[in-house]
């Protein structure tokens, strides 16, 4: 029943995309594509300096984007010295590259595609394209639309769509080139699934619905459910000196032929202001990647501060704790400088910088927890040289 009431729901949002509707007030929230409202260090700036400020309160969730063309582009690559038990490795390595393209199709509707880059062979494995040769694969792509009844929000999309959850969590966490959200990492959580997904806002408050085939990026549908996954998000405080949000999130689905259970439920907050940002998670599972009997508890926690125009410090920390026993814990620092930064941009898109890492992170891994062998380290110190660019392009002029 709730997947009929899913489908219809978002058969009219797509339906109202596509009809001309008269001139409304702008939305206030985003589609699951929507560029945050507030998005890495000092982006709820106004004016193009390089020393927070108060600014203007911004709006409560970001509102629809009307611009015929967005483009944007992020790469990440690390210089790494990993320091195990046995020999130390030295490596260079493209942690991510990606670019992604959204048309508008009339202001109520517009298709995205995103790439990414990624190694083809699985991980800890070399049987690839060409051995293991680092090859292009799609991460989002996607048809939008969004509508309004009276005060109500209404935002649709359809194709491989980006997880409400993992889009959650990376709306204001600033330390990607870093490492992943500790759901994507240590629960293997995919951040884009075959999908449909609607969303409904009303003031400070929206839910987000998706029902997907479950096997993320790497996968077609390999059994006969579907996943289904909720997000509920409350912003109590969306000032001009901070912004406040907090999320839960259900998770109900299946993995592969054998349909092993996927299921999570937590919850987590973030914290942004001109000087700190810091954020939050907590996520308990069932069943992990292909072994569904196992449970574990992950956290996640982060923070970074500008103790300097262009200076950044940052510390983080994530855990999995397994109730068959083991747990894999990551905790780190990192300073970081701007050796570019454009000016602040006149809408909600986050202004492009180029970035300079050192960051270092200490990994431990027990029972169940140990990677599988080739994979990331158990245990090891990692001293990481980290380049960061997101470089965002934005076409305004009306559709």
């Known amino acids: 029943m709730n997947h009929v009431v899913s489908s219809l729901a978002l058969a009219a949002v797509l339906a109202g995309a596509l009809v001309p509707a008269p001139a409304l007030a702008q939305p206030d929230a985003a589609p699951p594509e929507a560029t945050p409202a507030v998005t890495g260090p000092a982006a709820t700036e106004v004016a193009a300096t390089d020393t927070p400020s108060v600014p203007a309160a911004p709006p409560v969730f970001a509102p629809w984007s009307s611009a015929p063309l967005v483009v944007d582009l992020a790469i990440y690559t690390h210089a790494r010295q990993i320091m195990r038990d046995g020999a130390d490795l030295t490596e260079i390595r493209l942690d991510r590259a990606e670019l992604g393209g959204r048309i508008a199709l009339g202001p109520r509707a517009a298709a995205e595609l995103r790439l990414e880059t990624v190694r083809s062979a699985v991980e800890g494995g070399a049987l690839g394209v060409d051995g293991d040769s680092i090859v292009a694969r799609l991460r989002f792509a996607q048809l939008l639309g969004t509508t309004t009844l009276g005060g109500i929000q209404l935002d649709g999309a359809i194709g491989l ?3 409400p959850w993992i889009r959650t969590v990376e709306d204001g966490y600033t330390l990607r080139p870093v490492s992943r959200s500790a759901s994507e990492r240590l629960l293997a959580w995919a ?9 409904v806002t009303v003031g400070r408050a929206r839910l987000t ?10 996968y077609p549908e390999r059994n006969t459910g579907k996943t289904t996954t909720a997000v509920v998000e409350v912003v109590p405080l969306a000032g001009p000196a901070a912004r406040l949000s907090l999320a839960a999130v259900v998770r109900d689905g299946s993995l592969g032929v054998a349909s092993l259970r996927e299921r999570r439920a937590g919850g987590g907050a973030s914290l942004t202001t001109p000087w700190l940002r810091a954020g939050a998670e907590v996520v308990q ?17 982060w923070l970074d501060a500008q103790v300097q125009p262009r200076v950044v410090i940052a510390a983080r920390g994530a855990t999995l704790g397994l109730a068959s026993g ?3 814990t990551t905790v780190g620092g990192a300073i970081a400088v ?12 986050p202004r492009g910088r180029l970035r300079l ?10 029972g169940d927890a140990m990677p599988v062998a080739g994979a990331e380290p158990g245990d090891a ?5 980290i380049a960061s660019a997101d470089a965002p392009f934005t076409l305004t002029q009306d559709p």
Do not use: C, H, K, Y
Request: aromatic share 4%.
């Open 161 to 163: 769509v980006p997880d």
């Open 285 to 301: 599972a069932w069943g992990l990647g292909d072994r569904g009997e196992l449970e574990g508890l992950a956290l996640g926690g």
């Open 338 to 349: 701007e050796p570019w930064l454009a000016p602040a941009p006149a809408s909600t898109l």
């Open 191 to 199: 951040p884009a699934d075959l999908s449909a997904v609607g969303r």
């Open 381 to 385: 110190t990692l001293v990481m040289l």
């Open 326 to 328: 083991g747990r894999q």
């Open 209 to 218: 619905v998706a029902l997907g085939n479950g096997e993320g990026l790497r």
């Open 357 to 366: 890492w050192l960051a270092v992170d200490r990994i431990t891994s027990s």
